[in-house]
């Protein structure tokens, strides 16, 4: 089974060429204007081109290209149906796409599901019945498997948008328009505010603010800066409560913590696993809290058993076609 | 089919016995001591011996008994894992005391998990593929049924806990030991406090505070009276970012509201409704928002379907037991 993941990132493109679920080759492009998706797509076309041609392999042999999105998306229809990137890319046809240009078939779903099924198959939540997992990024995306099956929900919404419950029902409206969002308290994009707002951090971005990011900020806090110590703090206490109710909510084995600013994982992972066994209803051997197994791999790893479910469900193994 | 449904409540056990899912005789035994289950246990045997008489059948006849458990429940040993009411529960063999006692079955399961069961299978989310229930009482509980089914989770939690999501990461400890639970801000336990804090409802408290209770505030709210508004509507923003959390997270297409404060559903759900549609990324058309349809009887209804369920699984019906 020869098959491309494609990870539509908001800054990057992260994609990858697969043999029975194995990466044979990865790759990432740059993305100019994330406004633009109709601009963005001949990029990914060249690319999905140089993956086949990288891995050696016949174009007639690709089985299908599972696509992670930044957004709501219908998986049966594979369509996408609300996202505040690629606003264009709403509606529009993948399935023509994949058929015209490669005759294969394709699978569309939201990026924090897509790295959450690659955890659940052959990562940290490998083999568990019951997972939860939260991405923490530019935004915070989220994904549940509850007794052995990735919830759904009437909008393809289920256990999507963690990153959207109110940890603040006084907080002020986010982004989306909802009161104190986990990702308006704590997010990549929330970031810069709460920096500036912080006397000991502020002096440090009032020429460049463009060098705060978490990876900057954790940097500071080993060094033992006070205002990092505090605004880092701040941000670990938010996630940890918001994985206190992602335990509660959907009663994992396993809960995942993914996504660009888990590479401060040594970190965040510890000071959250305190505030669970502070807080929850949970004993620490009741809950496996881990940082996720396949890093940035896990929605290319995703993508490959994405697309297994979906060929598996056209009965296309049985007509023969898959390799 | 011949069944007993029994809701422990913390104030009233609610008693109901049913042939083939119709009620034919109902009873309510006054719990004197709710730390006190082995005290409580001889009424509750004589209750269900009362409830097989008035119903003109004879007790051999006795399927099965469903009881409704204020706590988390083990429902496959049908034992009590973890309650604040009736602490001596824990590991009562409630299997045992149904065998000895009427050669019956015994389904056990926490209480807004019995309502919740009777309005999917018979009220509000009859048909519905999706629907998640919250129940405003004493505590507050909750229930979620995804993609057909329900949610049970690794210990029973799944759905279950929505009354100590945290809504307050700021907050103040609740009794469970979580920081700014839902029904630490606003539940029947946690109402006093609001009202002894408010200057407008303080005196008329302060020779006798056993007055107060939800019906009693939502009564000067129709009133208008300053205090009560201020309150009510703090409570019914609670309960409101509590149910647009719920819809983010379970994607249902019915969120029921139950529980005795709903006696004031007039004022309650169309409070609820504007929150959501202000706050929630769903539009009004995409979530229906009801009163739980089958009021105080929903947990009994409930019974009824959960022994139907449990008894099929035990091939019971296969066998010819059931009548």
């Known amino acids: ?32 204007n994330n406004l633009d998706f109709d601009g963005l797509l001949p990029d990914i076309t060249k690319e999905v081109n140089r993956l086949i041609e990288a891995s050696g392999k016949s174009s007639t042999l690709l089985d299908g290209i599972a696509i992670a999105f930044p957004g709501l998306v219908d998986s049966d229809k594979m369509k ?9 890319a709403v509606d529009f046809d993948f399935i023509a796409w994949a058929q015209d240009n490669w005759n294969a078939n394709v699978a569309l779903i939201n990026d924090a599901r897509m790295a959450g099924i690659g955890e659940w198959q052959a990562g940290a939540g490998e083999g568990a019945r019951h997972m939860a997992m939260i991405t923490l990024g530019t935004g915070i995306g989220s994904f549940a498997v509850v007794d052995g099956r990735r919830l759904r929900g009437n909008g393809y919404r289920a256990g999507n948008l963690f990153g959207h419950i109110s940890l603040d029902i006084n907080g002020e409206v986010c982004q989306c328009g909802n009161l104190g969002c986990a990702e308006s308290l704590a997010s990549s994009w929330s970031l810069p505010e709460l920096v500036k707002k912080d006397d000991d951090l502020k002096p440090l971005v009032a020429e460049d603010d463009s060098i705060i990011n978490f990876k900057w900020l954790f940097d500071l806090y080993r060094q033992k800066q006070p205002g990092a110590i505090r605004v880092a703090e701040y941000c670990m206490k938010v996630w940890g409560m918001l994985s206190i109710n992602m335990i509660h909510t959907f009663d994992p084995q396993v809960l995942v913590l993914g996504g660009g600013i888990l590479n401060s994982a040594d970190v965040i992972v510890p000071f959250i696993k305190k ?16 940082h996720a197994f396949l890093g940035e791999d896990a929605s290319i ?23």
């Not at 996408?80 to 990137?85: A, E, G, L, P, Q």
């Open 1 to 32: 089974m020869l098959t491309i993941s494609i990870d539509l990132g908001g800054t990057y493109v992260k994609t990858g060429i697969l043999h029975h679920g194995s990466i044979l080759e990865h790759g990432r492009i740059k993305v100019k």
């Open 80 to 88: 996408v149906t609300m996202t505040h990137k690629y606003p264009t």
């Open 275 to 290: 505030l669970v066994v502070q807080y929850s209803w949970l004993n620490a051997d009741e809950i496996e809290i881990e």
């Open 301 to 323: 790893v995703g993508g490959y058993y994405l697309l297994k479910e979906v060929l598996t469900n056209k009965k296309c193994l049985a007509s023969g076609k898959l390799r």
